[in-house]
């Protein structure tokens, strides 16, 4: 069973900043985009960052253009999300996604809250 792990998360202050990671099997991490989504309670789902698998652009939603930024280090089999300037709005529970073109494998997810 493919098992991506999260972590990084837990509580920021407005304007404070968290990084999550994400390590994925190597079976699947080069041959996948990798992302972010993340759910706001009442919310639907959404995706937040995008990093393709083999160079490109990134995907970044609107509302955090600017203050996220997405990387992968793939010798360690790790995406991450470097979120700066978080904001209540940002609070959810983030998770980890890899897409290799055929299917999709998910993380747990991880909990994000930010203070005003």
């Known amino acids: 069973q493919v098992r991506l792990v999260e972590s990084g998360g837990g509580l920021v202050q407005a304007g404070g900043s968290l990084r999550l990671s994400c390590a994925a099997p190597g079976s699947i991490f080069g041959s996948s985009a990798m992302g972010w989504y993340r759910q706001a309670p009442g919310k639907q789902r959404e995706l937040v960052a995008r990093?393709?698998?083999?160079?490109?652009?990134?995907f970044y939603a609107d509302s955090v253009k600017g203050r996220f930024t997405i990387s992968r280090d793939n010798a360690k089999n790790t995406v991450y999300l470097q979120m700066n300037s978080l904001e209540p709005m940002d609070t959810a529970v983030y998770c980890c996604?890899?897409?290799?073109?055929?299917?999709?494998?998910w993380g747990q997810g991880i909990q994000v809250t930010v203070s005003s």
């Open positions: 990093i393709p698998r083999g160079g490109g652009t990134n």
């Open positions: 996604n890899a897409y290799d073109y055929v299917r999709q494998y």
